[in-house]
Nanobody, 124 residues
């Protein structure tokens, strides 16, 4: 099983970026998925999660209204669309997956599989 995150980089404040996470060895449609991030000197925090393609999504207060989580089951890939980025969004972003049970999974320890992380830097 492998999750491979990509799409990070440098963006100016107010800009947009889309992160992708391609899954192999598992069928993402059967999994609840989430995005986490870890800023320098801080603990890893949950950003967003969803347990089915059309189900409700969770967003951290700091990103609600700016970030959108989604998945493409045909491509076995999950996404995090980020808009109106702020300097405080600078972090390493991780994708994660856990077998779906109809619930949102909001805590780091609930996830079984993790991507390697991709750096997002918001700076002028």
């Amino acid at each position: 099983v492998q999750l491979q995150a990509f799409g990070g980089g440098l963006v100016q404040p107010g800009g947009s970026m889309r992160l992708s996470c391609a899954a192999s060895g598992l069928y993402l449609a059967d999994y609840a998925i989430g995005w986490f991030r870890q800023a320098p000197g801080k603990e890893r925090e949950g950003v967003s999660s969803i347990f089915s393609r059309d189900g409700p999504a969770y967003y951290a207060d700091s990103v609600r209204g700016r970030f959108t989580i989604s998945r493409d089951n045909a491509k076995n890939t999950m996404y995090l669309q980020m808009s109106n980025l702020e300097v405080e969004d600078t972090a390493v972003y991780y994708c994660a997956a856990v077998p779906g049970d109809g619930r949102l999974h909001l805590k780091e320890h609930e996830y079984d599989y993790w991507g390697q992380g991709t750096q997002v830097t918001v700076s002028s």
